[in-house]
């Protein structure tokens, strides 16, 4: 009965002291999530109003356009820019981004998957992590990006891809990501990149732009920067999405604790309770065997 009562002790304090971590954890991820939460709030009107933009002049020049990043080709081979977490703890988040980027290429790009074709650069360890033990082609040079989230940082990977297409290297992009809604909601979805998608509707403020020098120094000067900005955009919804997920998940965790908790010390009572009242009944029944 005693090995009994200290095993419940341990798990108690074991559990215990796993509450006190999440309970930290979470304290951490809300800190962290306000200042994420602000910067994607002042990030997304610019981005969104500048891809409107570029969407709307893209839908005005014939032919080619920024070196050519608006021409749509048989696709052969794919890109799919994928953004997860560098760590854990944080629910299904990055299980969510990685099963959407797959289902994507099963459904759209099945064929160019079975020759090879498609291939990752994953923005975070986790989609790193999971394509590369799942065989796919991987460009690896930016995955540790958010070790130093900068737009410099964005920018060098923004480039590589732009290279990478123009060069012919793949004929689409697409850039999976978590859209942070609020703490508890995330909404995961997936973009084309490449080649830039042109504007279904035009309004009518936008049909007569006066461009100076020239529409094509205006666009070759736009589409890279507007590009780096999408993706950057992209970089900070899934970073507050990562926080809001783990603040929602050790929130969780810290009410399961407690829940344990209280299963374990009614356990701890009750067995207490049988041992003093085996103990009583040796007592008395000693006592008895004595006087008798």
């Given amino acids: 009965m005693s090995g009994q009562l200290k095993e419940v002790r341990l798990r108690i304090k074991s559990v215990g002291t796993t509450q006190q971590i999440t309970k930290a954890m979470k304290m951490v991820s809300a800190a962290k999530l ?84 498609v291939a990752i650069l994953p923005l975070g360890k986790k989609a790193y992590e999971n394509f590369e033990r799942n065989g796919f082609p991987i460009i690896d040079n930016y995955w540790n990006i958010f070790s130093d989230l900068s737009f410099d940082a964005v920018r060098k990977a923004a480039e590589h891809v732009r290279n990478a297409f123009i060069n012919k290297e793949f004929d689409r992009v697409e850039l999976v990501y978590s859209k942070f809604k609020n703490a508890a909601t995330q909404e995961f979805v997936c973009e084309q990149h490449l080649p830039i998608a042109k ?36 970089l900070l919804d899934s970073h507050a999405s990562e ?28 067995a207490r309770q049988a041992a003093i009242t085996t103990e009583l009944t040796e007592i008395v029944s000693g006592a008895a065997a004595l006087q008798g």
């Fill in 199 to 234: 504007t279904q509707t035009v309004s009518k403020n936008n049909k007569d732009f006066i461009f100076e020098p020239s529409k094509e120094s205006l666009i070759n000067e736009l589409i890279p920067k507007i590009l780096n900005t999408q993706i950057f955009k992209g």
């Fill in 34 to 117: 306000r200042r994420a939460q602000d910067a994607i709030t002042q990030m997304r009107p610019y981005a969104e109003k500048l891809q409107e933009m570029l969407g709307n002049i893209i839908g005005s020049v014939e032919g080619s356009a920024g070196g050519g990043l608006n021409i749509e080709r048989p696709i052969e081979k794919v890109l799919f820019i994928v953004i997860t977490s560098d760590r854990g703890l944080c629910g299904a988040f990055n299980a969510n981004s990685i099963k959407l980027a797959k289902s994507i290429i099963e459904e759209k790009y099945k064929a160019q998957h079975a020759k090879g074709n």
């Fill in 243 to 270: 926080h809001g997920a783990r603040m929602t998940a050790m929130d969780k965790a810290t009410e399961n604790a407690e829940e344990l908790l209280r299963s374990l010390r009614i356990s701890y009572n009750r």
